[in-house]
Structure formats: C-alpha cells, structure tokens
T-cell receptor, first 112, second 116 residues
Framework: DAKTTQPPSMDCAEGRAANLPCNHS???????VYWYRQIHSQGPQYIIH???NNETNEMASLIITEDRKSSTLILPHATLRDTAVYYC?????????????FGAGTQVVVTP | GAVVSQHPSWVICKSGTSVKIECRSL??????MFWYRQFPKQSLMLMAT?????????EQGVEKDKFLINHASLTLSTLTVTSAHPEDSSFYIC????????????FGPGTRLTVT
C-alpha cells in the first residue's frame, strides 16, 4: 500500500522555484523520506533523502515538518529539463533491503 | 559517480524464448540490487531484491521460476525472463545500493522488452 500522497500533476514556470508537496501522515520514527524523479523512458534518478532535519544538495532542498507527517521538495530554479514524474517514498532505515515502493508520483511540467 | 548500466537497452524476442538482461554498477560495489518492472503510464513495481551470493527475494505475485535472477558479483546482477509471452513486454529497470552508503539507490537506464 502506498504510504505517501502527492498531487497528480503541477506546472511550474522556468526559472521559478518548484515546491512539491508530499503527505506521509503514517510515517514511523525509523522511516526516511526519499525523493526520486523519472524523466520519460529513463530510469529514476535519486534526488535527496532525509529523516528529521531539512536537507539540501546540489539538486534540491527537502523540508520536513516537525511532526514528520509531510514534506516539501524544492527545486530552486526549475529548468525545462526538470520536467519529470517526481516520487516521494518512505522507507525504513532498519530494512536492510532498502525496498522502495513507488506510488503514482507527481507529473511536473516546467514551461518556458 | 554511482552509475548503473543495463544491457541491452531494448530487445525484441519471440514468444517462448528467453531473454537475459544485465545490470552492472560501474563505479561502485553493490551488495543489493533491485529489479523493477514498469508498464506504460504506470509506476514502477518492485519485482525482486537480489543480494550477492544468495537467492533473490521475490515480491508477492512475481513468479520466481519465470524471472530468474542471478547476482554473481558485487557489480553484476542478471534477470532472465524465461518462456517470454507478449504480456511480459515491459520496461525493466534495475537499481543498486552502494555498499558504502546503503541509503540511496541508483537506477539503470532500463531495458525495453517487446515479446512478439
């Protein structure tokens, strides 16, 4: 069963920040929040992950609410190449297999 | 870094034949590799988890005798679709978790299988 809820689609203007929400109200204490994206007909690409604290890397920032029931992925300056399906996934840290169960994701379309 | 390759990138085969797909981690060692399947306009579905030197663990509903997985080394896992049928036509994607980090998964580019 999917553990996350994401909007099915969203549009973003090129050059603007894209804020992608994700609800994970049933997340447990040992579960991480992962974000991946999949550009059409390619394998998914890892973006970022976090447990409690906000995280930032060269691709994006991840903001996790204090109660950890939701998070937001921020693409600071969206480009046309950021058009993709974005997946928010929760996965337990103690699961040595690291299984990822993909939901439907959010189709992000960046427009000029 | 963290590059995963798959071979072939696409393959067409006839019904009843077997097809082998290779997944390689090019610049890291991966104790664990995963195999996914994706049908058109659908999300990825985890098929199995592959650990080097041991038997693969299959997800519920995935036939282990039809989808043979071998993980012979820390950089190579193979998926063989045996006695392929048109309904096996799909996009097969592997991923690997680096031994060093154990958190993020890196995905291959996928293999498009068409069974005629």
């Amino acid at each position: 069963d999917a553990k996350t809820t994401q909007p099915p689609s969203m549009d973003c203007a090129e050059g603007r920040a894209a804020n992608l929400p994700c609800n994970h109200s049933t997340i447990s204490g040992n579960e991480y929040v992962y974000w991946y994206r999949q550009i059409h007909s390619q394998g998914p690409q890892y973006i970022i992950h976090g447990l409690k604290n906000n995280e930032t890397n060269e691709m994006a920032s991840l903001i996790i609410t204090e109660d950890r029931k939701s998070s937001t992925l921020i693409l600071p300056h969206a480009t046309l190449r950021d058009t993709a399906v974005y997946y928010c996934i929760v996965s337990p840290s103690t699961d040595s297999w690291g299984k990822l169960q993909f939901g439907a994701g959010t189709q992000v379309v960046v427009t000029p | 870094g963290a590059v995963v390759s798959q071979h072939p990138s696409w393959v067409i085969c006839k019904s009843g034949t077997s097809v082998k797909i290779e997944c390689r981690s090019l610049d890291f060692q991966a104790t664990t590799m995963f195999w996914y399947r994706q049908f058109p306009k659908q999300s990825l579905m985890l098929m199995a988890t592959s650990n080097e030197g041991s038997k693969a663990t299959y997800e519920q509903g995935v036939e282990k005798d039809k989808f043979l997985i071998n993980h012979a080394s820390l950089t190579l896992s193979t998926l063989t679709v045996t006695s392929a049928h048109p309904e096996d036509s799909s996009f097969y994607i592997c991923s690997a978790t680096p031994v060093a980090s154990g958190r993020e998964q890196y995905f291959g580019p996928g293999t498009r299988l068409t069974v005629t």
